[in-house]
């Protein structure tokens, strides 16, 4: 039997989207498969694909005609192509159409916004691509849900878990909560990019409201983006209790440490917060949204996106409830294990190239 060749092609690369590349191009290549994964090169410095056994081909963020060719040189003698979000898959479509009949597998991590103008342009797009690939696999069951009313031939559910920390952690480490500030008052965690839509400043609100509590807590937002500017000055004018602490390598580190984990987004499929927080046994208060709901179950919070009072009540009743807060704990640990492990995630994909080449 002929050795299985993949090409893996990642665009943007949201962190889960990047930390699945990954997860998956070492699971397959330790299977006996070739994976050539395509992406901007700050991608394989951030998730070292060439580590985990890979051959790494640069690509730019945005793809022109000349881009898009080099795609298609790539993928001669592939026996599939898997994208990751919907640049890549617009990408990949291209570059396979016209030739030989390679299948085209499409992950949808997370969902395209539709605002403005680019709202047709994003239907239209991933109309195409939902139509080209062979199997649309959906993150969430509101993807799939839209991918098959964009016209997929096939849609599946895959849910993605992405590795847990390797890390070893200490829940309430006294070393991350003095780096923090945070030895005498309560310590909550957002992580995420600085972008629209991650909801911080309903975040803020939210701060806002539950100043007057003695100790006041302290938000710790790890992430880095084109709102930080914005949020500083509100931080500062408002004299409000949050630090923003950019990007972090030791996140799993200094969640750990946290009271509680927020997670305020306006949508989210398989939050990479809410897995990791639900591991550890941190509580989570989240926005009901998306596949949050269907991810955390009962061992989460949930409030509706917006309701930054609903969101500060939450985090206020789980800091005087230490009760509650044990109890969301050992349920989110017990939740985490109905997750597909690693292993099970790449061994369903797996089974889907072997479904369409017939290895």
């Keep these: 039997m002929t050795q299985l060749r993949t090409v893996q092609v990642l665009g943007d690369g949201s962190a889960g989207g990047g930390a699945h590349v990954r997860s998956l191009a070492a699971g397959l290549v330790?299977?006996?498969?070739?994976?050539?994964?395509?992406?901007?090169?700050?991608?394989?410095h951030a998730?070292?694909?060439?580590?985990?056994?890979?051959?790494f081909v640069p690509a730019p963020r945005r793809g022109g005609p000349a881009t898009v060719g080099a795609l298609r040189n790539l993928c001669i003698g592939a026996d599939v192509v898997h994208a990751h979000g919907l640049d890549a898959s617009v990408r990949a479509a291209l570059a396979l159409s016209g030739g030989p009949r390679t299948p085209l597998v499409t992950t949808w991590h997370t969902l395209s916004r539709l605002v403005g103008a680019r709202a047709g342009v994003v239907r239209l797009l991933e109309r195409r691509t939902a139509r080209a690939a062979s199997v649309v696999l959906g993150t969430s069951?509101?993807?799939v849900d839209r991918a098959r009313r964009r016209g997929a031939r096939d849609a599946r559910l895959a849910p993605v878990?992405?590795?847990?920390?390797?890390?070893?952690?200490?829940?309430?480490?006294g070393k991350a909560r003095a780096e923090l500030g945070a030895v005498d008052r309560p310590l909550l965690m957002a992580v995420g990019a600085l972008e629209p839509g991650r909801g911080y400043g309903m975040l803020l609100d939210a701060a806002r409201v539950w100043r007057d509590l003695d100790p006041q807590p302290l938000l710790v937002i790890a992430g880095e983006g084109p709102e930080r500017a914005a949020l500083q000055r509100r931080i500062q004018a408002e004299r409000l209790a949050v630090r923003l602490i950019g990007r972090r390598e030791d996140v799993a580190e200094?969640?750990?440490?946290?009271?509680?984990?927020?997670?305020?987004?306006?949508?989210?499929?398989?939050?990479?917060?809410?897995?990791?927080?639900?591991?550890?046994?941190?509580?989570?208060?989240?926005?009901?949204?998306?596949?949050?709901?269907?991810?955390v179950g009962d061992a989460a919070e949930l409030v509706a996106y917006g309701d930054a009072e609903g969101l500060a009540g939450a985090v206020r009743g789980l800091l005087d409830d230490v009760d509650r807060r044990m109890d969301l704990a050992a349920a989110g640990r017990v939740q985490a294990g109905t997750w597909p492990t690693e292993d099970e995630t790449i061994a369903h994909v797996l089974t889907i190239y072997d479904e369409l080449t017939g290895h």
């Design 141 to 143: 069951s509101e993807l």
């Design 161 to 173: 878990t992405v590795p847990a920390s390797r890390a070893p952690v200490c829940l309430h480490d």
């Design 47 to 55: 998730y070292d694909f060439m580590g985990a056994g890979a051959h």
């Design 254 to 295: 200094l969640l750990a440490a946290a009271d509680v984990a927020v997670l305020p987004s306006r949508w989210e499929a398989r939050s990479l917060l809410a897995q990791e927080a639900l591991r550890l046994g941190v509580p989570l208060v989240a926005t009901a949204v998306g596949g949050v709901p269907e991810l």
């Design 30 to 44: 330790a299977r006996g498969v070739r994976v050539t994964v395509c992406a901007p090169p700050e991608l394989d």
